[in-house]
């Protein structure tokens, strides 16, 4: 009978190496998608989004670290306590949004040299609001629903302007993950708002350990 070497005896099959890696790269297209999912029934109520973003983001970042891999439900168990934290604030959000969008849609037919300005200046204010509040879900997702707003808004405002190239790194991101995910069929609506939210958890976690 042949005797087992120690490097043998250690040896794992290919096959499962390639299994293991592909079980991985699922559950980084599955955990996102259902944490898409369950954002986008949330935000059906429209003034919702931001606690439902903050919610996505605190199952996902429950995910990352290993403590609870059912983003779907865990999404649907957090928003609860966000929407208590964030309902203000997301309504002022998206009435913001509206009045900066109608007057974007205003300026732009007017030719005068004034209503050009005035267009800058909105779309300006459009574009700081994506990084702003892509920042304020994922430090709200980190922090929890109870942390105090102040400093919510504060790390938000840090993490989203205190560097120019992680600002420009969120806002890259928030535009560029719908156009990668075109080629699933929902995909700009599943992975469009939580790729950015992924990057921005990254970014935000290491603050928070420093």
């Keep these: 009978m042949t005797a087992m070497t120690p490097s043998t005896a250690v040896r794992r099959p290919r096959g499962q ?38 919610a996505a983001g605190h199952a996902l970042h429950r995910w990352r670290t290993g403590e609870d891999e059912r983003c779907f439900t865990g999404t649907l168990r957090a928003f609860g306590g966000y929407w208590r934290a964030l309902w203000r604030h997301s309504l002022a959000s998206t009435l913001a949004f509206a009045v900066l969008g109608v007057n974007v849609v205003f300026l732009a037919g007017q030719p005068s040299p004034a209503a050009f300005a005035l267009l800058a200046a909105q779309v300006g204010v459009l574009t700081a609001f994506v990084p702003y509040h892509l920042a304020l879900a994922a430090a709200a997702a980190v922090d929890g629903p109870l942390a105090d707003r102040t400093r919510l808004r504060r790390r938000a405002l840090v993490l989203a302007f205190g560097s120019p190239r992680r600002g420009l790194l969120l806002l890259a991101a928030a535009v560029a993950a719908p156009l990668v995910a075109l080629p699933l069929a929902v995909g700009p609506l599943l992975f469009g708002p939580t790729l950015p939210l992924l990057l921005a958890l990254h970014l935000a976690v290491p603050r928070e350990d420093g």
């Design 17 to 54: 190496n390639w299994y293991g890696l592909a079980l991985r790269a699922m559950a980084w297209i599955a955990y996102p998608a259902l944490a898409g999912l369950a954002f986008l029934l949330l935000s059906l109520a429209v003034v919702s989004w931001l606690p439902a973003y903050a």
